[in-house]
């Protein structure tokens, strides 16, 4: 096993490093909240790194987090952090907003597009949110939103596709949960709150580490590097980095592309 740590691993992890994630998403993956901390020695680990963590985390807890980061590092180790880049999202954003105000038809949805990435991820109080019915949808600019969210985001456009067209069952009804006292004490509840879906199911939706709480870019996520003790923050590309082999572990890439696109790649040093 190599001194290298992926926290928030996902399916994306390689088996010779130490792989961490709420749940354990395969072999060897230690299940654990990283809100409680990183389950590791102080000065263990050559390598820390996460991609599309960090943004799930309210802005005190990710500052704790890069903190544990640091800690189980050994002096002399590399972070590697890839995130969504608030600065590409603003970027884009602001030209396609002009273009569109030009009258350019193409740019209108691109534009839609943008907006989508820019809040409904942080705003969204069910899986997916608007994003997904986008996806799952009829679009116009699929060269431009392939190329935000790379070859993960339309392999997962395309199962969307197939599985729209395969023919829905609807199981029948029963008419008997009608007069079920849950049933009925539940529409009593969502008629006085007023609400179809219960608070507590949006709370712990919005808890569950799906949505975005923060944003970052170069500087902001540079800065808060170093307020934890990090030395040298700088910006990579998916392909580039001072971790030895780095495109033998295929981590940002797939198959030789950028997995996704949308990112910023920092790195920086105990
Ligand atoms: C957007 S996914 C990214 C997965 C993977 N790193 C990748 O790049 O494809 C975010 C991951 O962070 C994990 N995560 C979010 N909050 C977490 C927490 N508090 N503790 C452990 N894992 C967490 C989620 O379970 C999920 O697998």
Redesign the pocket.
């Known amino acids: 096993m190599l001194p290298y740590l992926?926290?928030?691993?996902?399916?994306?992890f390689h088996p010779d490093w130490v792989n961490?994630?709420?749940?354990s998403?395969g072999e060897g993956v230690i299940a654990?909240?990283?809100?409680s901390g990183i389950p590791m020695p102080d000065n263990k680990f050559e390598v820390v790194y996460?991609?599309?963590?960090l943004e799930?985390?309210q802005r005190d807890d990710a500052f704790k987090f890069i903190q544990e980061c640091y800690r189980v590092l050994k002096p002399g180790g590399i972070i590697r952090i890839?995130i969504p880049d608030l600065e590409q999202i603003a970027r884009n954003y602001l030209e396609q907003m002009e273009l569109a105000l030009k009258g350019d038809k193409a740019a209108e949805s691109n534009y839609d597009w943008m907006v989508l990435e820019m809040y409904d991820q942080t705003v969204r109080d069910k899986e997916g949110g608007n994003m997904l019915k986008y996806l799952g949808s009829d679009i116009s600019n699929e060269a431009f939103v392939y190329k935000r969210i790379g070859e993960?985001g339309k392999m997962f456009r395309e199962m969307l596709l197939s599985q729209k067209n395969q023919p829905v069952h609807k199981p029948k009804k029963k008419f008997t949960r009608f007069f079920k006292p849950k049933y009925l004490k539940n529409k009593i509840k969502n008629f006085v709150l007023g609400a179809d879906k219960s608070y507590a199911e949006i709370g712990k939706f919005r808890k569950g580490?799906e949505i975005h709480q923060w944003m970052y870019d170069r500087y902001s996520l540079g800065r808060l590097l170093k307020s934890a003790g990090f030395k040298n923050p700088e910006v990579k590309s998916a392909f580039e980095s001072n971790i030895p082999n780095w495109n033998n572990f295929g981590?940002d890439l797939h198959d030789n592309k950028v997995?996704?696109p949308d990112s910023l790649f920092m790195e920086a040093y105990k």
């Open positions: 992926n926290l928030g691993c996902g399916n994306k961490v994630d709420f749940v998403t654990h909240n990283l809100l996460h991609s599309h963590v799930h985390f890839a993960e580490g981590l997995r996704k």
